[in-house]
């Protein structure tokens, strides 16, 4: 079984997803219960995957190691399809996550709320230009992959949520929030999500 390190909501909870679509069981741990998690991992951030004592760190990392342990629909296992998907999941975790992540770098570091929201207003724009990227991409097929859900999907669904923590409006397309609904309403999705509230509340 897995132990995955990981912060409610975090991008973790895409690794979390895609464990239980590949069927494999998982004990996930919160980062903010662990006492030095920095010697888990130097850099502090999660998700941490770690698999028969071996520790795997950085989301794009983890997911592709996962993917290729485990037979599965999320990403093909040869040829041009493969590389694509692959392209596919560095665009949602050095593309669109860092975006998302300016949001909070903006809202831990700037106090003057005049220039606070004026940096807000200019992220968004940002990642609203991404997501007609995403739009584009999604003008004849249902998924960034096609037809079936891919790895990179379920990462992008779960940066669309973070933008509701901020003053802004961040637009999407009509095939972007019909793919996005359609991976919140995954099993998979729902129990990672249940899961993470189950061990809050705990």
């Known amino acids: 079984m897995y132990t995955l390190y990981y912060h409610p909501g975090a991008c973790s909870l895409a690794t979390q997803v895609v464990i239980h679509e590949l069927g494999q069981g998982v004990n996930i741990v919160d980062k903010q219960n662990v006492n030095n998690f920095s010697s888990i991992n130097p850099v502090g951030t999660v998700p941490v995957l770690v698999d028969n004592d071996i520790t795997y760190r950085e989301g794009a990392a983890v997911m592709l190691y996962l993917l290729d342990k485990h037979p ?3 990403l093909p296992a040869i040829g041009k399809a493969r590389d694509e998907g692959i392209q596919n999941i560095m665009f949602a975790n050095a593309t669109m996550h860092p975006a998302y992540s300016l949001l909070f770098f903006i809202a831990h570091n700037i106090s003057d709320e005049t220039a606070k929201q004026s940096a807000f207003e200019a992220a968004a724009q940002k990642i609203s230009g991404l997501w007609q990227v995403v739009e584009q991409q999604l003008q004849n097929q249902d998924y960034l992959g096609g037809n079936q859900p891919s790895a990179a999907d379920i990462m992008l669904t779960v940066y669309s949520r973070w933008g509701a923590s901020f003053p802004i ?6 095939k972007t929030q019909k793919m996005l609904d359609m991976i919140m ?3 998979s999705f729902k129990r990672a999500l249940e899961t993470e509230e189950s061990q809050a509340a705990a």
């Open 169 to 174: 409006d961040i637009p999407l397309g009509l």
């Open 72 to 74: 599965n629909n999320l």
């Open 185 to 187: 309403a995954m099993p």
